[in-house]
Structures are given as structure tokens and as C-alpha cells.
């Protein structure tokens, strides 16, 4: 699809699913991330476990609908993570009712806890526009050359920028006072590589839903 696809009165399109459910996974992951988890030696967070697929729907986005599309996602879920961060904040603070013991519960999970929701925000925002502006890069430069219709370059090439991006701004200001140098070196590589081989792994899946994605905008674009 071109890039300035218009995705305004288009019921039909399914541009606004891929944003909804890009912004739930960004959302659920936001929360999951408040529990560091070992297995093992690896050193971890809750969010790895549906996070990546929100740079697998950002590459669907932006190689469909273009970067201006997906830009808008991105700055969508940036606003409903600060929104949550900020409504969780005033829930805590509010006076619990009579008989409501789950204060510290609550506190412990969705408590707001400002160097988290700093983290997981610019983590999110400078790692996503990473993504999206590097899939379009290698899009715009490589048309005509040898691998310039290989979509495999520009999903791969745009994960390793991205997730890197994402990885170290979140690890930089998550870590700090909470892990040693250690713990912080071990929770950037394997977050990164972890990420990183995770999007690899499902190329064939993103490949059907982009194939997917395009033949269903242009079977009723020209209707």
C-alpha cells in the first residue's frame, strides 16, 4: 500500500483492529513489566512475553499502511500509557473504602512507580519510531537494488535497530539503583536477544498477515 494511505471514514479497513490490539499488547505488557522474573540465569520482566508482538504489528503497519500510519499508532499508545500510568497513580492515592485491605496488594502491581512508567513510555516511543523509521529507510533505499523487494531485510533490519533502541533506553532508566552492572548487563542482552530472535522466529506468521493485510485494502480500495 502506498504510504499515504488514508485510513479515515474506512470502516472496511483493518487499520483500526491492528491499532486497537497494538495498544491493548502495549498496555498489558506495561503492566506485566512490573515483575522482574528469573529463569535461570536470565534475568527478565513480565512484558516479555507480549511485547514483542507490538514491533511485530508495528512492522505490519508501517510496511501497509506506511509510516505516517503507524507514527499515529505509535503516538496513541505513547498517550493511553501515560493516561494509565497517571490512573493508577490517582487510584492509589485515593482513600481506600472501609474494609478494603488490598492496599499494599495494589500498590505492588499497579502502584505507580515513577522510574517504571518513565522507562516503559521513552522505551516505547524512541524504540517504536526506530522501528517504523528504519523499515521505511531500507524500504526507500534499497528499491531496485539486488535486495530491495526482500521483505525479510527490512523486518529484520528494522527489529535489530528498534528492539536495541528499546531495550537500552528501557534497561538504562529501569535499572538504575534497582540492579548492579552486572544484573543490568545480563537483563539488556538477553532482553535484546530474546526480543530480537522472538520476531525473527515469526517472520513466516508476519509475512501471512502483511500478504494478508494488503490483499484485503486493495481487494475493496478497488471496490
Request: net charge positive; proline share 3%.
Amino acid at each position: 500500500m502506498s504510504s499515504n494511505f488514508s485510513t479515515s471514514n474506512n470502516l472496511r479497513s483493518w487499520y483500526p483492529i491492528l491499532a486497537a490490539v497494538f495498544c491493548s499488547l502495549l498496555l498489558i505488557s506495561n503492566i506485566g513489566a512490573t515483575k522482574f522474573i528469573d529463569f535461570g540465569p536470565i534475568k527478565t520482566d513480565g512484558g516479555a512475553f507480549l511485547f514483542p508482538l507490538t514491533y511485530i504489528l508495528g512492522d505490519v503497519i508501517t510496511e501497509v499502511y506506511g509510516f505516517k500510519a503507524a507514527r499515529r499508532v505509535i503516538y496513541t499508545g505513547f498517550g493511553l500509557g501515560i493516561l494509565a500510568g497517571f490512573t493508577f497513580w490517582l487510584i492509589q492515592i485515593s482513600p481506600a473504602a472501609e474494609g478494603w485491605e488490598n492496599q499494599a496488594a495494589f500498590e505492588s502491581i499497579l502502584g505507580f512507580v515513577p522510574q517504571i512508567v518513565a522507562a516503559s513510555v521513552i522505551a516505547f516511543i524512541l524504540g517504536q519510531l526506530s522501528n517504523a523509521w528504519t523499515l521505511t529507510w531500507i524500504k526507500e533505499k534499497t528499491v531496485g537494488k539486488k535486495y530491495g523487494n526482500k521483505l525479510w531485510t527490512r523486518l529484520i533490519g528494522s527489529t535489530i535497530i528498534g528492539e536495541f533502541v528499546d531495550t537500552l533506553a528501557f534497561t538504562l532508566i529501569a535499572s538504575l539503583g534497582r540492579l548492579n552492572f552486572q544484573e543490568f548487563l545480563n537483563y539488556l542482552a538477553t532482553g535484546y536477544l530474546y526480543k530480537t530472535l522472538f520476531e525473527v522466529i515469526l517472520l513466516p506468521i508476519t509475512y501471512r498477515v502483511i500478504a494478508a493485510a494488503r490483499r484485503h485494502e486493495g481487494e475493496f480500495t478497488r471496490e
